[in-house]
């Protein structure tokens, strides 16, 4: 195996011509999307991360990317919200395409993996409205797999990008019984962030 990771790192420092760091923050905005009958709202919460933006020879305007990000995938219902916070992986392929020397249109799509760092509700009783801070580590799984797609737009060393994330596991689960097991839910959130590479 690890003769294998030295293989693709060489293989990787053989094809790039340049590579770069970018570092971004933004917003969260959504949470679950599921079967159940029951309404859970985006509610919006944090995003930072860090990119190795890998550049080939040959080719200026591809990149690979691997990242490193925490972000927030929050929740609203009748009677109750909370936030799950994860720690992710995105690697995504990256295109720019230059509209004139300064501004450049940015097209990313890859995958993420993710694991759980926190994983909370707040329970509002109709009594009383100091919410009960409820672990729900029980009835969410720790880890996440799905897919990305981004747009964004580049002016020199700085970037806005829009990515979408839709996860494709079942975070369900796995107390029996628990309300969450009888219905399926994936993450799935938009991200805004701003950049900066160096």
């Known amino acids: 195996m690890k003769k294998i990771l030295c293989l693709a790192l060489f293989a990787l420092m053989a094809l790039s011509a340049s590579a770069q760091i970018r570092i971004e923050a933004g917003t969260s ?8 009958s029951l309404e859970y709202k985006a509610k919006a919460g944090i995003t930072a991360g860090a990119f190795y933006d890998i550049g080939f020879q040959g080719n200026p305007y591809e990149f690979l990317a691997v990242g490193l990000q925490y972000t927030e995938n929050g929740y609203e219902a009748k009677g109750m919200d909370g936030k799950v916070s994860w720690i992710q992986l995105p690697v995504e392929s990256r295109t720019k395409i230059a509209m004139n020397n300064n501004i450049s249109l940015l097209v990313d799509a890859g995958v993420f993996f993710g694991y759980a760092l926190k994983r909370s509700a707040n329970v509002y009783w109709t009594y ?5 801070v409820t672990d729900i580590s029980d009835s969410v799984r720790k880890f996440n797999l799905g897919g990305s797609f981004g747009l964004g737009l580049g002016l020199g060393k ?8 839709r996860g494709i596991l079942n975070l369900m689960g796995p107390t029996p019984g628990d309300v969450f097991t009888t219905n399926a839910y994936n993450t799935s959130s938009l991200r805004i962030v701003a950049g900066f590479s160096f």
């Open 158 to 165: 700085f970037s806005l990008r829009f990515n979408w994330q």
């Open 128 to 132: 009383d409205s100091t919410p009960v």
């Open 29 to 36: 905005i959504g949470g679950f999307k599921g079967t159940s």
